[in-house]
């Protein structure tokens, strides 16, 4: 049996993070039934993105310049440098418009689980930066999981002879979180971190 174009579609979308198959066919439901409309600007715009965007030479976000925007403003603070997993959680942190310094995306964790180390990573750019002697402060951004752990206490051995300030975000219970709802290890990271009041 030949599987039709908007099977195809499907199968495509249903491969996109947060979207499982029900998802999907509602979406492509709703570009079809709009395709006059909708379809030429998606198309456009997809059409865009694979032609201009590229990661950025110095830090590793994504943007249509390398440097970045973000790289290239010289108002950033370039002494202080906050090291992320992913371009996504680069976005997330300037999303709240209070981090005014450089970034360094890592592009993943260490994981030996899934045959990741060092050297599939964005580490030795990151080291080079520190070795310049610009950088004074590296805030460490990697999530609260065993790998983000893992990479932050790896990252911290190789920074540490190069007389930079390392430092970790704030681990702990969320604004407006109950304490029966939060698992052990947010609770127990609550109670490391506690500050005086």
């Known amino acids: 049996m ?6 195809t579609l499907i199968q495509h979308f249903a491969r996109l993070p947060g979207l499982g198959p029900r998802s999907a066919r509602r979406l492509v439901l709703h570009l079809i039934r709009q395709r006059e409309r909708a379809l030429p600007p998606l198309i456009a715009s997809l059409q865009q993105v694979l032609e201009t965007i590229r990661a950025c030479g110095v830090c590793g976000n994504l943007d249509v310049q390398s440097p970045c925007h973000l790289c290239a ?10 090291v992320v997993e992913e371009v996504g959680d680069l976005w997330a942190i300037e999303r709240c418009h209070l981090y005014k310094g450089r970034y360094h995306v890592l592009g993943g964790t260490l994981s030996a689980m899934d045959d990741r180390g060092p050297e599939k990573l964005n580490v030795e750019t990151l080291v080079a930066r ?9 805030i460490l951004a ?12 790896y990252l911290t051995n190789r920074l540490k002879d190069f007389g930079v300030e390392i430092s970790r975000l704030a681990q702990g219970i969320p604004m407006g979180g109950e304490l029966d709802y939060l698992d052990d290890g947010t609770l127990g990271a609550a109670l490391s971190a506690r500050l005086p009041f």
């Open 130 to 138: 520190a070795a310049q002697g610009v950088v004074k402060e590296v």
């Open 2 to 7: 030949q599987i039709s174009s908007i099977d």
């Open 73 to 82: 403003d010289p108002r950033r603070d370039g002494a202080l440098l906050c």
């Open 142 to 153: 990697t999530n609260a999981t065993v790998e983000g752990q893992t990479t932050a206490h």
